[in-house]
Nanobody, 121 residues
Framework: QVQLVESGGGLVQAGGSLRLSCAAS????????MAWFRQAPGKERELVAA????????PYADSVKGRFIISRDNVNNKVFRQMHSLQPEDTAVYYC??????????????WGQGTQVIVSS
């Protein structure tokens, strides 16, 4: 079973920046595409960004394109997301997970506790 520990969230003013981290285990990390998801209050969880096993492919949701940067460290089994120009609509709990490269769906329906990001206007 995968184990995922997200960190780095917090309260930030609109226009600010945050860097999220995720420590992942339970699968061969460098063999998988990793992804960040978020779930805002009252909404379904949505895919925000993904990164292929070697970092060569990094698709982003239109809502975050140009503001978020995803990266990974295959030595320490971590994935990161640098977020800039945060807006109140970015307020959500952010999760990472191992995903299938063909459709970016989680390989297991198992999630960490997430990390809360709150953006004040």
């Amino acid at each position: 079973q995968v184990q995922l520990v997200e960190s780095g969230g917090g309260l930030v003013q609109a226009g600010g920046s945050l860097r999220l981290s995720c420590a992942a285990s339970g699968r061969t990390f460098n063999a998988y595409t990793m992804a960040w998801f978020r779930q805002a209050p009252g909404k379904e969880r949505e895919l925000v960004a993904a990164i292929s096993w070697n970092g060569g492919n990094t698709p982003y949701a239109d809502s975050v394109k140009g503001r978020f940067i995803i990266s990974r460290d295959n030595v320490n089994n971590k994935v990161f997301r640098q977020m800039h120009s945060l807006q109140p609509e970015d307020t959500a709990v952010y999760y990472c997970n191992f995903v299938r490269s063909r459709n970016y769906q989680p390989v297991e329906d198992s999630w960490g506790q997430g990390t809360q990001v709150i953006v004040s206007s």
